[in-house]
């Protein structure tokens, strides 16, 4: 199996400021990476498929980018409604597989 | 608007069985994967099992291959999920989620979920 080691497990931040997450995948997935929000309570919602495309409806402000074994996820001038759990997952092999998330907490 | 609803979860003993079922709407459902992710407390989501658009592939996680198995009611826009010889290690909120590309199998991102039934195993 894949494995998705997701960097840092948490972090705290303010209102507009910038976030960058990491996910290194254990062998090159071809940029078949998808970033998930996971808010308490909810269910998760895709925000970037295939390392850098945005999905429908998602604000700007989330971006992704990458290749090989190494993506990034950034969410540009942090919004309030913006702290969750953030995970990645890799949909090159199966089984697809997450990484353990990043938990973005108000500074 | 996509929606996927599950049900059937609940406290069974280890070794029992236990049906999920997850209902959709709001998209073409003939056309597109579904999948069952769980998560236990804790814990990153696990993939479990996956559909495809016309129900004749099926694959699953190594963790409940055998014991667990996958099918889909296209007239009825519904996916089930049967679960036997349940161990504590299959408890977790599990969640039926939607392929993101058309006729995509198992090697896809999931663009819409449900909210989850939870699976508690314990005597």
């Known amino acids: 199996d894949i494995q998705m080691t997701q960097s840092p497990s948490s972090l705290s931040a303010s209102v507009g400021d910038r976030v960058t997450i990491t996910c290194r995948a254990s062998?090159?997935?071809?940029?078949?990476i998808g970033w998930y929000q996971h808010k308490r309570g909810g269910a998760p919602k895709l925000l970037v498929f295939?390392?850098?495309n945005l999905q429908a409806g998602v604000p700007s402000r989330f971006s992704g980018s990458g290749s090989g074994t190494d993506y990034v996820f950034t969410i540009n001038r942090l919004q309030a409604e913006d702290f969750a759990t953030y995970y990645c997952?890799?949909?090159?092999?199966?089984?697809?597989?997450f990484g353990q998330g990043t938990k973005v907490e108000i500074k | 608007q996509v929606h996927l609803a599950e049900s059937g979860g609940g406290l069974v003993q280890p070794g029992k069985s236990l049906r999920l079922s997850c209902v959709a709407a709001?998209?073409?459902?003939?056309?597109?994967?579904i999948h069952w992710v769980r998560q236990a407390p804790g814990k990153r989501p696990e993939w479990v099992a996956g559909v495809s658009n016309d129900g004749n592939n099926v694959d699953y996680a190594d963790s409940v291959k055998g014991r667990f198995t996958v099918s889909r009611d296209n007239s009825k826009s519904t996916v089930n999920l049967q679960m036997h010889s349940l161990t504590a290690e299959d408890t977790a909120l599990y969640y039926c989620?939607?392929?993101?590309?058309?006729?995509?199998?198992?090697?896809?991102?999931?663009?819409?979920w449900g909210q989850g039934t939870l699976v508690t195993v314990s005597s």
């Open positions: 062998q090159a997935i071809d940029n078949s």
């Open positions: 989620a939607k392929g993101l590309m058309v006729s995509g199998f198992v090697e896809d991102c999931f663009d819409s």
């Open positions: 709001g998209f073409s459902f003939g056309d597109y994967s």
């Open positions: 295939a390392a850098s």
């Open positions: 997952q890799q949909f090159y092999a199966s089984p697809v597989t």
